[in-house]
Every structure is written in structure tokens, then in C-alpha cells.
């Protein structure tokens, strides 16, 4: 059974850092697609960064040229740095992955059970 497991959120002043981590576990036979997403209170989850496994990257539009999404494909897990932090960065976390799990015929989305981060103003 494939798990994402997060880690790497909490309680930071605006302007400071943090750094998320992602590993997906289990029988894993590909991956084709890791990234956050996040939902803040009374919002809808909403894509912050995905790296596929060819490389390509997407960022939402708030947070390019302060977020960096970067995977170690060879453990299966992708990084968020996340600089420059804003109160409206405030959020749950979410670690994302399409994942081909062995003895399956088609791959599928995986979900983080969630990381909180506060940025205070």
C-alpha cells in the first residue's frame, strides 16, 4: 500500500522560511507526477507546485520566485522551500502523487494526510 508521508510544517513569521518533505512508500513500479496542493480555511484546495517525473514544473502564479518544488526521484520524495512567506501562505499542505503501485494496471492519485503552516504577520 503506497503512503505519502509529510513532513516540515509550522509557525513562522512573514518573510521567513520553511521547507516541506514528501517520501511516498511502498511497492511503487513508477512515478509520474509529485507536488503540494494546499486549502485554507473556507477555500477550495488549490495546485501550489508539481514537478512530473519528465521534469517539467508548475507553480500557481502567487507563489513563483518564492517557492522551489525539487524531487529525489530515486527515494520517491518531493521538497517544497518555501521563502518569503506571506499571512495569505497560511494553509493545509497537501502532498500530492500519481503513482503506478505494483500489481496495478493504470497509475493513481495519492494524497498526504496534510501539513499545517502559519505565517504570522
Known amino acids: 500500500q503506497v503512503q505519502l508521508v509529510e513532513s516540515g510544517g509550522g509557525l513562522v513569521q512573514a518573510g521567513g522560511s520553511l521547507r516541506l518533505s514528501c517520501a511516498a512508500s511502498?511497492?511503487?513500479?513508477?512515478?509520474?507526477?509529485m507536488g503540494w496542493y494546499r486549502q485554507a480555511p473556507g477555500k477550495q484546495r488549490e495546485l501550489v507546485a508539481i514537478r512530473t517525473n519528465g521534469g517539467t514544473t508548475n507553480y500557481q502564479d502567487s507563489v513563483k520566485g518564492r517557492f522551489t518544488i525539487s524531487r529525489d526521484n530515486a527515494k520517491n520524495t518531493v521538497y517544497l522551500q518555501m521563502n518569503s512567506l506571506k499571512p495569505e501562505d497560511t494553509a493545509v499542505y497537501y502532498c500530492y502523487a500519481n503513482l503506478l503501485f505494483g500489481g496495478e494496471t493504470r497509475s493513481r492519485d495519492y494524497w498526504g494526510q496534510g501539513t499545517q503552516v502559519t505565517v504570522s504577520s
Open positions: 511502498g511497492s511503487i513500479k513508477s512515478n509520474n507526477a
